[in-house]
């Protein structure tokens, strides 16, 4: 049973599908006001709390505004939508789901969201489905030797980085390296310890949710790495992570490295990166952390 389905099927269930495509009620989200946004994709778990920017879709620039909840939606991938009324504990929710019925991103409404327009969004228009530019799906090191951040995140964003993955051990030439968890982990901490910017995509079906920002804490609880930046917190649960990569890709500032991690099931779920305008010492505190991890891994 999917999730699409486990839900509309619970007991006391109070809500319905939405009559319109998510790439819709993708655009309406920012007038919500100020919400709970989460993603979860596998061992991985992100939640932050703000208002939507207007989210983007594969050929967009990436656009990650401080502040705003950013969210880069594929809407060929994207199925359903459900809105939920508040039941005991529960605020009205928003959730989102791919072509297959698997969750893909969950809205919670504060007292201060805008209830009438999550009513607009119930009632959102029918409209037809349109066809997204096509993702650029080559996965030669000649083609990676070239490609940008964009391309990465696009890519991932496809079909949850199953290709990508499957072209990495190719990569190593360009500098692609796999690195242990545990020491990503222990990178983390280091740079929380130095407030350093970080971009932290994580990889839900169909959607990724993207935050920038200082990183202000990071540890280990058990074998969960919990990520602190603002009013975003990020769980991992490092048991269900089977492979980290180094990997690089062009970037603003030239070739920057990157942090990918794939569960078992060999998909991407969360990726940790420089994007936008860095000033050169925290580019280079970033590689020097970087370099280290897969020197020691």
């Not at 920017?53 to 969210?71: H, K, N």
């Not at 696009?154 to 290709?163: K, N």
């Not at 540890?219 to 990520?227: D, N, V």
């Not at 925290?282 to 897969?294: A, C, F, K, P, R």
Request: proline share 6%; aromatic share 6%; hydrophobic share 40%.
């Amino acid at each position: 049973m999917s999730d699409l389905d486990a839900l509309l099927a619970r007991p006391g269930f109070r809500g319905g599908l939405i009559d319109t495509v998510p790439g819709v009620v993708g655009e309406m989200l920012s007038l919500l006001g100020d919400v709970v946004a989460i993603t979860v994709a596998g061992p991985v778990a992100v939640n932050d709390s703000g208002k939507y920017a207007v989210p983007t879709v594969p050929g967009d620039p990436l656009v990650c505004t401080p502040g705003l909840v950013s969210l880069r939606l594929n809407p060929s991938t994207l199925g359903s939508v459900v809105t939920t009324d508040a039941e005991q504990h529960l605020p009205p929710t928003l959730r989102m789901f791919d072509t297959h019925g698997s969750s893909s991103h969950t809205t919670y409404l504060t007292p201060a969201s805008d209830r009438l327009a999550f009513d607009a969004i119930r009632n959102a228009a029918d409209a037809s489905r349109e066809a997204n530019p096509p993702i650029q799906t080559s996965n030669t090191p000649a083609f990676w030797a070239e490609a940008d951040q964009l391309t990465q995140l696009d890519f991932i964003l496809a079909d949850r980085g199953s290709e990508r993955r499957n072209g990495l051990v190719a990569l190593g030439a360009l500098g692609y390296r796999r690195i242990d968890p545990h020491l990503m982990a222990a990178g983390m901490e280091h740079l929380s310890y130095q407030q350093l910017p970080v971009t932290t995509v994580v990889a839900g079906n169909g959607c990724l949710q993207i935050h920038r920002g200082d990183l202000g804490a990071a540890a280990m609880f058990g074998g969960t790495l919990t990520l602190a930046s603002d009013t975003c917190r990020t769980m991992i649960d490092l048991n269900g992570v089977a492979e980290c990569w180094l990997t690089r890709t062009h970037g603003v500032h030239g070739l920057t490295s990157s942090i990918e991690m794939y569960d078992f099931r060999r998909k991407c779920v969360a990726v940790f990166t420089q994007t936008g305008p860095a000033e050169p010492a925290v580019m280079d505190m970033w590689e020097d952390v970087l370099t280290s991890i897969s020197a020691a891994s």
